[in-house]
């Protein structure tokens, strides 16, 4: 590990700079890996993740692709099959939508389909997630879509230090993984280091102890979570804040045993209610410690429309602090 | 098919162009088959500086030239009234932008410097002919009557859908790339059976022409022998990456493997714009299916106003294309030929002011939207979950009204 040398202060960076930082350490430490996507090299990335590295690089490791997200997605699996660990960059998850078949029918199934043969270690990361005024077709969560898929892993690193160090458990991994990055994320100042608590593929983190109730949830929604669990301290409601990390597997251990301490459950995505990650979360909670639950289960989700254009439409539409606040108050009450 | 075979010239951009461009393409007035027509610079191309071989009736300077295959009788009046257009959806796009960077709209995607692409095309068409736009065509927008402060709704974040897209048969903005291509094909096999003489264009870009949607479209159109017109303006960059990145062999050429014809146009001319895309809807009403035009054009701005453009290309390339401006050319055939007076142009200028003073106001005066409106298009029926959240959220808000008094 190169990030030994004990530094008397935490360092501050941002979530766009670790994520690059992890992609940087990982082209450094192996030549099978490379970054492929529409303006990853020149333009440093729509969100600028990966700025300076075709400079550091050069344009055979990160590679600007011509604007067919099924074609690079198809060809990372190639590459991948044949030895490599691409990092393919899906500029948001709406157009992710354009390669679902390569991931589905492809990245998902080959090591079945080929009797074990045809591994896929495939990085497909991307931004997701509403509340920047970018309109219906560009604010999609469906994270919970690709966590349905047997046959990959599904990340949501949520905190600056996870977006260090999840490149590197994902690269390390056998399998296709997807790493979903929420746009409103970027910008998030912290520690870089993961001190105690790098990314464990699968493993939870709890972000916040509390003994009255518990909040689930994962990404773009964490930090309004831990908003939320601080403005219920001041009401006297002790919330203890759950971040999935891993939205395929799910720790279940994790949840359940927090729920069994708190007896009440909040779940909070910022997808649509029906058919979500958070309906697969009550339900687990419900089968697994219903008895230990005072309250139903609740679960803060966006309106069920297209998510709209114009801010105050935007914000009424996704889930906010209030709203947890009031959820927690409610399971409690 | 000439078979094109490029240096690997990996980062080397603009150098995708050496190809060497001859064309097999039908010409569309007769059916034939010649030489691709030509108009100035038939050399060959190696980088920016050299002109790549097109159809052009104007050159950079304002001289006009005749072209065999596109014949274009222009009276004064038009090709003042075309002087006219451009210059106002050029200033309808400089306000736009304005209105973007003063926080009025959310985000604006600009024309400047296709101008003579969106209208040459946009005259071209007939009234009952149907467009299908990107979210670029402003001009197009204009030629069909669109009035301009209806595009700013979506843009503002106001409204969706600012105007109805049978009274001007423009259909509405779309922002999903490419995805246009295939609607248009459709719109155009049901004019087919329909049996009337309309033709349908699908507007695309150089970025756009890699997915999917467009090529499967290009199969579909000559598949059904569709009456639609595929217009690409190639204004060189989808965002950061250039066109090299795209394709290898002029786009135009392209057509010719899916079985119809493909011509490139200097998009930066008007008059080339207009009789090209008057012959290719010609072609496809009169039955001979779809054909591919490729408009050679720049994109002056951003690709939004969220794209800083100094970031991936140089000054001098923009140089370079400011002096093929569309407008200045136009000027200097009129006044070449004397064609139109300083009366005129001041009468255009002040007319441009007035536009841009309007869609100012008509901008700010654009209602907002009430919150509960966010449930109205979800469906088009009455849906019972969506009744059950508006109903929440309507009680939610009812509780500050309360509040209030």
Known sequence: MTAGSAATKPQQTTYREAMREAMREALRADERVFLMGEDVGRYGGCFGVSLGLLEEFGPERIRDTPLSESAFVGAGIGAAVAGMRPIVEIMTVNFSLLALDQILNNAATLLHMSGGQLAVPLVIRMTTGAGRQVAAQHSHSLEGWYAHIPGIRVLAPATVADARTVLAAALADPDPVLIFEHGSLYNLSGDPDPGADPVDLGRAAIRRPGTDATIVTFGGCLPKALEAAEELARLDVSAEVIDLRSLRPLDDAAIMSSVARTHHAVVVDEAWRTGSLAAEISARITEQVFYELDAPVERVCSAEVPIPYARQLEEAALPQTADIVAAVQKAVS | ?405
């Not at chain 2, 979210?135 to 069909?144: D, F, I, L, N, T």
């Not at chain 2, 969706?160 to 459709?186: C, K």
């Not at chain 2, 022998?225 to 786009?251: D, H, K």
Request: hydrophobic letters at 35%; one cysteine or more; glycine letters at 10%.
């Open chain 2, 1 to 405: 098919m000439t078979p094109v075979v490029l240096a690997n010239d990996e980062g080397d951009r603009m150098t995708g162009r050496r190809a060497v461009e001859k064309s097999t393409t039908p010409n569309p007035a007769s059916g034939s088959t010649k030489r691709a027509p030509q108009g100035r610079g038939t050399r060959r191309t190696t980088g920016l500086k050299d002109e790549p071989e097109f159809i052009q009736l104007l050159t950079p300077t304002g001289e006009r030239i005749d072209h065999p295959d596109y014949p274009l009788e222009l009276s004064p009046e038009e090709a003042r009234s075309l002087y006219r257009d451009m210059v106002l959806v050029r200033r309808v796009d400089a306000e736009g932008t304005a209105l973007q960077r003063q926080g009025e709209l959310g985000l604006w995607a600009s024309l400047l410097g296709q101008e003579a692409a969106q209208i040459g095309s946009g005259r071209a068409m007939r009234p009952d002919d149907f467009a299908f736009p990107t979210y670029r065509e402003h001009g197009v927008a204009w030629c069909k009557g669109v009035p301009p402060v209806n595009l700013l709704g979506m843009f503002r974040g106001v409204n969706n859908g600012g105007w109805d897209p049978n009274e001007n048969n423009f259909n509405l903005y779309t922002i999903v790339i490419g995805s246009q291509a295939l609607h248009a094909v459709g719109y155009a096999m049901g004019v087919q059976r329909d049996g009337g003489d309309s033709a349908v264009i699908a507007y695309f870009g150089d970025g756009a022409s890699s997915q999917g949607d467009v090529l499967e479209s290009f199969v579909f159109g000559a598949s059904y022998n569709a009456p639609v017109v595929f217009f690409c303006q190639n204004n060189q960059w989808a965002i950061s990456e250039p066109t090299s990145r795209q394709f290898r062999v002029p786009l135009y050429q392209r057509a010719a493997g899916f079985g119809f014809p493909g011509v490139r146009v200097d998009g930066n001319d008007v008059l080339a714009c207009l009789a090209v895309t008057r012959a290719a809807l010609e072609h496809a009403r009169s039955g001979q299916g779809p054909m591919l035009i490729e408009a050679f054009t720049y994109r002056m701005g951003a690709h939004t106003t969220s794209d800083d453009p100094t970031r991936y290309r140089s000054s001098d390339e923009v140089e370079s294309w400011r002096a093929k401006d569309p407008i200045v050319r136009l000027k200097a055939y009129l006044d070449r030929e004397a064609l139109a007076d300083e009366t005129f142009y001041k009468t255009v200028d002040d007319e441009a002011d007035e536009l841009a003073a309007q869609i100012r106001s008509g901008c700010l005066a654009l209602p907002d939207p009430d919150p509960l409106s966010m449930f109205e298009h979800s469906y088009a029926a009455p849906h019972a979950q969506v009744a059950e959240e508006r109903a929440f959220l309507a009680d939610y808000l009812a509780g500050f009204a309360e509040e209030e008094h």
